[in-house]
């Protein structure tokens, strides 16, 4: 469910017409839907309601300020993976007692930092953090409370760039050798391991993976209870799909079905990381067209949004939907399925500017030809576009609006010239 719509022709966001946001913001522009946001987050607060849970909303997925203070106002704590999306979760207001701090690498300066934020959970990931948080936490007076991130070892389930539990990851600690590990921090002055972390991957379309991690955790809690640690949290990470090509994503209440159980058995608090499923959706990259170019018996259009707008299709292969934003007569208003031939259009590559063949946010497509200044959307583009955009070609970031009925707002400006090189002009 999404709050993207056409209405005769035009796409709109919530009620407003996408081509006026255009044209009073430039392109490339992310255009977020408030509502849809905020219904995704239901979704998943109601689908788990039973738990309580934390939810602890993904912020590397879209860190933008006014998106994370929606999250807060709408009762999400913060998922961090750095000293500087900490730094965004608290600006945004989060509360401290509900953000938690993931990432196989932090370094002395953010161990201290989260300590001194005062972190709900630090989610670690080798034994040698482990112990570097300890000391860190001993040498500050204090006790760092720690999930263990475990990898359960399970099989493939999503492109081999964002599945983190399979064997050989560089991510968790491996469920053969975790036990060993956790023995070693029983009684340690600066360590209170009081969690068990699972992140499988992202985006996973399955509940199966799900119901065999938490399988994995039920066991896993036991024996470290047997140990003498106390475990309070269980940590079943992020990674729920979204729509991309169609509807071929799980409703909350899927994941629910095979995750709340292992709540019951452990009597754990439930932590979870949405990310995606939450602003996935929620969020169109609009562009305009500016040439068309037929070369080697290939129809590309090139319009300006770019791999550095959006750089998913380039990094995994990912499929976003394409589609004008006012699509003529002759052709779908919008198509059921985008991966059909399509009557009424030619088959294309979208291609933005930057100086890499790699530079492409659709390839062979069906889609009506566009002219010089048509628009064009790019859907299911909240997630991992602008948190994972770059100044590559010296391009400035786009601009990002938010949507909240009939009225939109700029929630971050189009960057300047002089904003690219702000940190080197006084070198
Ligand atoms: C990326 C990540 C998430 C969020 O994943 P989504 O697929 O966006 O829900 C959650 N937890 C951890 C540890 C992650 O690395």
């Known amino acids: 469910m999404d709050h993207f719509q056409y209405r005769d022709r035009t796409l709109f966001c919530e009620d407003v017409p996408v081509p006026e946001i255009a044209a009073e913001f430039g392109t490339p522009v992310f255009v977020y839907s408030k509502a849809t946001l905020v219904h995704h987050l239901k979704s998943i607060q109601d689908a788990f309601a039973e738990a309580r849970p934390v939810i602890a909303y993904s912020v590397k997925t879209n860190g933008n300020l006014s998106i994370c203070k929606l999250m807060a106002e709408y009762g999400s704590g913060f998922d961090v993976t750095s000293g500087g999306e900490l730094y965004r979760a608290l600006k945004a207001g989060g509360p401290n007692a509900k953000t938690v701090f993931a990432g196989v690498g932090k370094s002395e300066a953010e161990m201290r930092?989260?300590?001194q934020s005062n972190v709900m959970l630090f989610n670690v990931e080798s034994e040698e953090e482990l112990f570097e948080l300890g000391r860190v936490a001993a040498s500050m007076g204090r006790k760092a409370p720690v999930a263990l991130r475990v990898n359960p070892d399970l099989p493939p389930k999503t492109h081999a760039k964002t599945d983190t539990s399979v064997k050989g990851v560089k991510f968790g600690l491996d469920i053969e050798g975790v036990l060993d590990v956790s023995a070693k921090a029983?009684?340690?002055?600066?360590?209170?391991?009081?969690?068990?972390?699972?992140?499988?991957?992202s985006p996973i379309l399955k509940s199966e993976p799900y119901a065999a991690g938490a399988a994995k955790a039920v066991q896993l809690i036991e024996a470290f209870r047997k140990q003498g640690h106390d475990i309070r949290y269980l940590n079943m990470g992020g990674g729920f799909g979204i729509h991309y090509r169609k509807q071929e994503a799980l409703p909350a209440t899927a994941f629910a079905e095979v995750i709340l159980p292992a709540v019951r058995a452990t009597g754990c608090q439930l932590v979870l990381e949405p990310g995606r499923f939450i602003v996935g959706n929620a969020g169109v990259l609009v562009s305009r067209v500016l040439f068309n170019k037929d070369t080697g018996g290939k129809h590309y259009v090139i319009q300006d949004a770019a791999m550095n707008d959006l750089v998913r299709p380039t990094?995994?292969?990912?499929?976003?939907?394409?589609?004008?934003?006012?699509?003529?007569?002759?052709?779908?208003?919008?198509?059921?399925?985008f991966e059909a031939a399509i009557p009424g259009t030619v088959v294309q590559d979208v291609v933005g500017p930057v100086c890499e063949s790699g530079d492409y946010l659709a390839k062979a497509r069906h889609l009506p030809l566009m002219a010089r200044g048509d628009l064009v959307a790019v859907f299911s583009a909240g997630a991992y576009g602008m948190s994972m955009s770059s100044n590559y070609n010296s391009r400035c970031r786009a601009a990002e609006v938010l949507v909240d009925g009939t009225s939109c707002r700029l929630i971050r400006r189009r960057e300047l010239y002089e904003d690219l090189v702000a940190a080197e002009v006084d070198c």
């Open 113 to 115: 930092y989260g300590l």
């Open 186 to 201: 029983v009684g340690h002055p600066g360590l209170a391991i009081v969690g068990l972390h699972l992140h499988l991957g």
């Open 315 to 337: 990094l995994y292969d990912s499929f976003h939907r394409v589609w004008p934003v006012n699509p003529a007569a002759g052709v779908p208003e919008y198509p059921d399925d």
